[in-house]
């Protein structure tokens, strides 16, 4: 069998281990899940709004969160987080000296536009972003300096948040909120195809099954020998 099919039965045989309840909610996650937007991180060193981060992106559908580690190593703060973490797509960037434009070269090859989010460039806001243009990787910076150079200089796109006090910027917490808030809203509406390929919620059940059902390891391996023993 190929791997799709392999999830697909993994999926069946370990929805048995928990209620309906909990099936219908994957379910209904999944549904509203997306990649077509995606966020980055760049150097993050407070847990608790990194933590903010990621509580927000579960709360969007936003399922990747790529995290750039030059300086900082990243943390969460689980009484922030509220185990968010657990239903995202986690991918983390900290084995070269160039951490960050290494992310760029990877999102890009996967078909992602890069949009730095700063307040210094004048370039477009979330009301009047476009969306169609394809899929956007949006990067946020850390709380006290924003984004490095090289991640201002080298994205395609710049989006900023209209503000009119003194204050230069929002907290990252806040800026990522309201703009994924603004974002997801226009997206669900624009008759763009956002949402999830069936392989994908699959192996994304798969992947909640896991870590929802105790030894979990356990059954699967049960599960695959009996599957081999079924081919002999």
Known sequence: MDQESVNFRLVEYLSGFVTPERMETFGNTLDNRTRYITVVLEDLYQPH????????????????????????????????????YKWLTLK???????????????????????????????????DSFDLKKGKSALVFGTELEGLSESAINEADEYLRIPMFGFTESFNI???????????TNRLR?????????????????????????????????????KERNKDR
Do not use: M
């Open 49 to 84: 709004n990194a933590s903010a981060v990621l509580r927000t992106c579960d709360c969007f559908g936003i399922q990747d969160v790529h995290i750039i580690e030059n300086r900082n190593t990243y943390s969460i703060n689980p009484d922030v987080a509220l185990g968010s």
């Open 173 to 183: 917490s806040v800026a990522a909120a309201i703009i994924l808030y603004q974002l």
């Open 189 to 225: 509406s624009s008759g763009i195809p956002w949402q999830l390929t069936q392989p994908e919620k699959t192996e994304l059940k798969l992947a909640w099954l896991k870590k929802s059902i105790k030894k979990s390891d356990v059954l699967i391996r049960e599960f695959l020998e």
């Open 92 to 126: 983390k960037y900290n084995h070269t000296e160039s951490n960050t434009l290494d992310t760029y070269r990877t999102l890009r090859s996967t078909g992602y536009r890069i949009v730095a989010t700063t307040p210094h460039r004048d370039d477009t806001t979330p």
